[in-house]
């Protein structure tokens, strides 16, 4: 069994950047990706952005190419996810994914296999 463990959100100003964290605690485990996902009251999961863990692959979402960055402490498995410019439609609850769904082409997709509980970040405007 495995937990995410999510930290880094909060209430901000637009132009601000904000970093966020997780990390998987649990049994010695190992995923091939982590990922970041976020959702607004009222709208569906959106993908944020997601990294290969030995490869380094990258991938973001539309709504934070250019601002987004995604990165990977392979020694400790946490991944950080900055992203700069914050704007009031970047208001959300963003989820930690890992256990990612078999091909890359997939990993924009919902079908991860865990989940953490979320952490809100609110950008006033």
């Known amino acids: 069994q495995v937990s995410l463990v999510e930290s880094g959100g909060g209430l901000v100003r637009t132009g601000d950047s904000l970093t966020l964290s997780c990390k998987p605690w649990g049994r010695t485990y190992e995923t091939r990706a982590m990922a970041w996902f976020r959702q607004a009251p009222g709208k569906r999961r959106e993908f944020v952005a997601a990294?290969?863990?030995?490869?380094?692959?990258?991938y973001y979402g539309e709504s934070v190419k250019g601002r987004g960055t995604i990165s990977r402490d392979y020694g400790t498995t946490t991944v950080d996810l900055r992203i700069n410019d914050l704007k009031p439609e970047d208001t959300a609850t963003y989820l930690c994914?890992?256990?990612?769904?078999?091909?890359?082409?997939?990993?924009?997709?919902?079908?991860?296999?865990?989940w953490g509980q979320g952490i809100q970040v609110t950008v006033s405007p």
């Open positions: 994914a890992v256990d990612p769904p078999i091909y890359e082409r997939d990993w924009n997709s919902t079908l991860w296999g865990t």
């Open positions: 990294i290969a863990m030995r490869a380094g692959h990258l």
